[in-house]
Structure formats: C-alpha cells, structure tokens
C-alpha cells in the first residue's frame, strides 16, 4: 500500500525518526528526511537498499520558510507528499521556576510550531491530491503532564489539540491526521537522564521495560496505511496511560 508513497519524515536522522524511515522504506516508499544537523552515509544507504530513493534536506522546521522549502523540495523530486510524520522534537527540562522563557519559546517552537509550519505546507499539496496522511508525535507527557517538562508537556499536549482540529478540517479531502503518544523509549533523548529518573519511571510502566523505536515505527506505518482512522492518539507506551 506504500510503494512509490512519498514521505516526509523530520528530524529523521536519528531515534525514532530514523527508525520510522527505514519502517517506510521497507515498505517500498520513497524517504524524504528532514534533519537538523548531519545524516549519516550509512543510513542514507540502509534507506536506498530497500529499492527506494532517500532525499535528505537540511531545515529546521521551526522556520516557516525552511518547512516550505522541504515540502516544496519532496513535491519536486517525487511529484506527490502522501504523508507526513512530525517527528523533530527537543526537550529544555526544568522545574517551573527555573525554567527560562527561552527553554520554553524553542520547545514551543520547535514542537508544537514546527508540526504547524510542516503541516501547512504539506496540507495544500494533500488538499490538491485529495489524499494524505498526517502522523504528529506527541508524548504521554501531553497527556498526563509531568514535573520539570511544562514546556515539553504544553507542547506534546498541543500538538494533541492540533491534530484533532486538523482532522476534522481536512477530512472531508480524504487526509487523515492522527498523533502517537510513545512512553519512554531509548533514543539520545532519554539517554540523558539520570539513571535514578530511568528507575523511577520504570516503576510506572507495566509492561516494566523502555519501550523501542521500532515499536513506534510500526505504528506510524500501520495509521499511514490505515484510511479509516483520524483524529485518534494511540499510546505507544507499556500501558503508562490507559484510557
Ligand atoms: N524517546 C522518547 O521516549 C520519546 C517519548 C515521547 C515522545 N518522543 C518524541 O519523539 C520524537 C523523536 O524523539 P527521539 O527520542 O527520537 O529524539 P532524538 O533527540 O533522538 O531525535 C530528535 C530529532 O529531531 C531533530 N530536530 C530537533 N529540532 C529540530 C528542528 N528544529 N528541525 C528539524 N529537526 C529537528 C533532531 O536533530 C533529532 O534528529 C520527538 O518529537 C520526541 O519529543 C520521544
């Protein structure tokens, strides 16, 4: 169902990005992969030995402009953007008192702004096809709230809001939008915690491991080849959040 699909992954260079564009590739799609920084030779070769084409573009997605140029450069190349995952994230923890404007403006920013300015671009080219889908990762932080993360959380929870009201609006053109919520999952992101932190939110997950980027992966490609689920938020997370 996904070969020759064109999709857009941000901040895919690593984590669960990476892990969510080879998940694509194995299914026959083309990869266009957003990354901030640097991208490897080597995944960028992982990605093509699946017989697909990997175009990999340099923006930060927090800047309107740059987002344009992405969706603008995919449509090019490949004539078509199927889907779109909002992956590109950050974290600027703190306790509320100590968190600077600044630690919360570039969460927001890139986040929450970033899925907008991606989304906006990509919307009009899903609108002209009738057809698109729409992936935001968000986090069961932007469910329950957690200490030292109003930033983080604000913006996870937002993105939650984002895709309902992107969903009911584009709807009616067949575009589907949904967001996946993951626990703890080991990236570069959660390495950096204290391992006292590890311990205790271990304590909160009942499948009582982290879980693995794969496990989002899988998700993302069944919601993309799903047309009958919108504006839903799976959790992705050893049963921390059931509803
Ligand atoms: N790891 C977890 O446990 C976890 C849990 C819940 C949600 N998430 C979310 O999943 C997504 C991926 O997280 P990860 O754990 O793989 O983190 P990561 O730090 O390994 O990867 C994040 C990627 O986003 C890119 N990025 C950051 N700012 C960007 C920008 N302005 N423009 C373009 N790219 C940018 C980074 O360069 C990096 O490649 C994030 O949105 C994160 O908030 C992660």
Known sequence: MLKEKTVIVTGGAKGIGKAIALAFAKEGANI????????????????????????????????????????EKAKEEFGSVDILINNAGITRDNLLLKMTEE?????INTNLKGAF???????????????GSIINMSSVVGLTGNAGQVNYSASKAGMIGMTFSTARELASRGITCNAIAPGFITTDM??????????TILNTIPLKRFGETEEIATTAVFLAKNKYITGQVISVDGGMVMA
């Open 103 to 107: 630690d919360f403006d570039s969460v």
């Open 190 to 199: 959660t390495d950096v915690l204290p391992d006292k932190i590890k311990e």
């Open 32 to 71: 266009v992969l957003n990354y901030r920084s640097t991208v490897s030779d080597e995944l960028i070769k992982e990605i093509e030995n699946f017989g697909v084409k990997c175009l990999t573009i340099k923006a930060d997605v927090s800047n309107f402009e740059e987002a344009r140029e992405v969706v």
């Open 117 to 131: 300015n991606m989304i906006k671009h990509a919307s009009k080219i899903m609108l002209k096809q009738k057809s």
